[in-house]
């Protein structure tokens, strides 16, 4: 496969190991390059810190995987430096000499390849399913639904005293209420009383702007009360079926699920050989669950449907969480999967190959942008009746033109329809497009499109775009990375 740049930064732990792995190419700290006859496994000594060189090696012999990189060094990160310099190295066509695999190279590899035919036979149903353990899911159930009515007797008393009861309340109280959610396996839940605490503590700091605060406070607590009367008739009916396994449902991780890879395969939640693009790319910073996430937008190129990756990355273990990062290639994935959802989905996938963009695709991406404003926006409206989906969705919007209407700017689609292009301020004052939108140094030309999140902003009852991404017959530009 062609290496390249692009596809060492998507397979980089963070941009300081692939600033690390190239300059250690760059000083030639690699000796003794060897491959297989295959021109798939490569494997060299790089020259460190210690006495004796590290013995690093990368295999890509797995069809559709990432690739396998192994190194001596004691790193903790995941493709260490040495790994990606050593990717650089075959990025820069250097002289490998082709042999035979190192013998505890050679060993390593063979238990791999038991490793993955043993997957693609679990994956082609020759083994047997896994049996539920139905006793231990019927107690964890059970506790779960303790659990929600604990959450919904403190809820049913906050929206009946009224939301400007909190001014006077404790944070503390519903850290503790959080914190008890955590034994009833609610993280869910959990997470809304630490934001509900989060909210509370920024009203008690700052009076002057409580407003703002109560209202996030109330779209939280409408949000959970949703989620615990939902939860409670999802959960009583699996127990009345008897049916404890994976299900297409939002109310999953909405009650603090996490979903594997193998739960989606087994409800048919992927679709194979997907060719995807990157429109837009940003990072924030989760106050309440002290994490950073990493959030890209991804177009796919044969269909025009729009999913999201989302990475996240706790404060406490940046140094161990691969992060991810802008891309600007195509990405082809045999498997893609898909979280349960509407017009926000989530996706992943466990092995790629990239390659760089074709004119053609860039001049096809405008052709997928939706038919127009109006139908975009009663297709918003749809989603946000949904107390348990995004008050957003990711469009792609058609564009005849980009103005201004006094200090408002607009966006008016080839029919004649106009949105408002404003800053969404869910997303964060770094995350403010607008102004960026102004200052581009050309003409937005017609037939373009634009690429934004279509919102409800309350403060003045009107549907909004906050932009993230102008794409041109031959470009896509970006208004954050």
């Known amino acids: 496969m062609k290496i390249t740049e692009q596809y060492i930064l998507l397979l980089a732990p963070n941009a300081a190991a692939a600033s690390n792995g190239r300059n250690l190419s760059r000083k030639g700290s690699f000796a003794n390059h060897g491959r297989n006859s295959d021109a798939n496994v490569f494997w060299a000594e790089c020259a ?57 190279l050679a060993e390593k590899k063979a238990k791999q390849e038991a490793r993955a035919a043993k997957k693609e036979e679990k994956e082609a149903g020759s083994e047997k399913p896994k049996k539920t353990n139905t006793s231990a899911q019927k107690k964890k159930i059970a506790k779960q639904l303790e659990g929600l009515d604990q959450a919904e007797r403190l809820v049913d008393e906050l929206l009946t005293s009224g939301i400007g009861t909190l001014a006077g309340t404790s944070a503390q109280s519903f850290e503790k209420v959080a914190k008890d959610l955590g034994n009833y396996y609610l993280t869910g839940p959990q997470n809304a009383f630490t934001r509900i605490a989060l909210e509370v503590r920024k009203i008690q700091q700052n009076p002057e702007a409580a407003g703002e605060h109560y209202a996030e406070a109330l779209r939280i607590l409408i949000s959970l009360h ?72 991804w177009l796919d190129l044969d269909h025009g449907s729009i999913g999201q990756t989302l990475n996240y990355r706790p404060v406490k273990a940046l140094k161990y969480v691969k992060a991810d990062d802008s891309c600007f290639d195509v990405v082809e994935v045999p498997v893609l999967y898909e979280y349960p959802g509407e017009l926000n989905k989530r996706i992943r996938w466990d092995g790629c190959t990239t390659r760089p963009v074709t004119g053609e695709e860039i001049q096809k991406i405008a052709s ?23 008050k957003y969705i990711p469009a792609l919007l058609p564009i005849g033109k980009i103005g201004t209407v006094g200090d408002t700017v607009v966006l008016e689609d080839p029919a004649g329809s106009r949105i408002v292009i404003r800053d969404r301020r869910e997303e964060g004052v770094d995350h403010a497009c607008v102004h960026r939108l102004k200052a581009l140094p050309f003409e937005i030309p017609a037939l373009s499109a634009l690429f934004g999140l279509v919102f409800y902003d309350a403060a003045d009852h009107r549907i909004c775009v906050h932009p993230y991404s102008i794409i041109t017959s031959d470009e896509i530009v970006r208004l954050r990375y």
């Open 48 to 104: 460190g810190s210690g006495k004796n060189p590290y013995r690093t090696s990368i295999d890509f012999s797995i069809s559709g995987n990432a690739p396998t990189c192994r190194c001596s060094c004691p790193s903790r990160q995941f493709p260490c430096k040495h790994a990606l310099g050593l990717m650089f190295e075959i990025m820069a066509d250097k002289a490998f000499t082709v042999g035979e695999l190192p013998a505890d």
């Open 226 to 297: 949703a989620t615990i009367k939902k939860s409670r008739v999802f959960l009583n009916s699996k127990l009345e079926a008897g049916n404890y396994s994976s299900e297409d449902s939002i109310l999953y991780e909405a009650m603090g699920g996490i979903w594997r890879l193998e739960d989606l395969r087994a409800i048919g939640s992927y679709r194979e050989n997907m060719r995807l693009i990157q429109l837009s790319f940003d990072v924030s910073c989760d106050e309440a669950k002290k994490e950073y996430v990493e959030r890209g937008f």
């Open 368 to 390: 997928l942008a939706s038919s127009g404003i109006a139908e975009v926006v009663k297709v918003a409206k749809g989603q946000m009746k949904n107390t348990l989906l995004p």
